[in-house]
């Protein structure tokens, strides 16, 4: 099975609103890193977590080992907000990022 | 500061011939990555370096992909002979050991 499992794959928000995107993982992740894919292909990267949490501007992530997941909030929503999401865990061996398979985000105005 | 670099942007092949795709990593940063993203999919690793020594190349598929780093800074990946299958962006990415990874703007090859 997938040892890093995305939820929602697809999702589409109204402009200002709020989301949640969740990654749950099957291996003993030490480190979680959350990437944007705009819609022109560009990955960039938005947060690299140990445990905890962290929050830049309208973005807020968290990350428990423990309960093996980790959640992305995005507050009032904004159109450059579009594209795909990707979490990617690090396990314990090694510094190869495990990656989901993304959850798609639209936001319509 | 510069961000990872790569070239080419785009390549059109017909299948049977290669093609090599070139990476400059951020300055400072020793560990360098080489992704395959399948449209609609999320990359997936095929190799990765720590300075010019390879760390993992076991997805890279050994008898057609090869992929150098030898002075431990810039990157080639040569796809000696391409196969349909292999149409997909290549992702370059680099990073201190175990930190965030950078991504370059990626290759886009179709092969027909």
């Known amino acids: 099975g997938d040892k890093v499992k995305q939820s929602p794959s697809a999702l589409s928000l109204q402009e200002g609103t709020n989301s949640a995107l969740r990654c749950n993982f099957s291996?003993?992740?030490?480190?979680v890193q959350w990437f944007l894919q705009n819609p022109r292909g560009s990955l960039m990267n938005l947060f690299y977590l140990v445990p905890g949490t962290k929050e830049n501007g309208r973005l807020k992530s968290a990350f428990d080992s423990k309960e093996s997941y980790s959640t992305l909030h995005i507050r009032d929503a904004q159109l450059e907000d579009s594209g795909t999401y990707f979490c990617?865990?690090?396990?314990?061996?090694?510094?190869?990022?495990?990656w989901g398979s993304g959850t798609k985000l639209i936001i319509k105005p | 500061e510069a961000g990872v670099t790569q070239s080419p942007r785009y390549a059109v092949l017909q299948e049977g011939q290669a093609v090599s795709f070139w990476c400059d990593p951020i300055?400072?940063?020793?560990?360098l990555y080489w992704y395959q993203q399948p449209r609609d999919q999320g990359p997936q690793l095929l190799v990765y370096?720590?300075?010019?020594?390879?760390?993992?190349n076991s997805q890279l598929p050994s008898d057609r992909f090869s992929a150098v780093r030898p002075k431990g800074t810039n990157s080639t990946l040569k796809i000696q002979s391409a196969k349909q299958g292999d149409t997909a962006t290549y992702l370059c990415a680099s990073s201190f050991p175990g930190a965030t990874q950078y991504f370059g703007p990626g290759t886009r090859l179709l092969v027909l």
């Open positions: 990617a865990a690090e396990g314990e061996s090694n510094y190869q990022l495990i």
């Open positions: 370096f720590r300075d010019e020594a390879v760390i993992d």
């Open positions: 291996i003993a992740a030490t480190t």
């Open positions: 300055s400072g940063h020793d560990t």
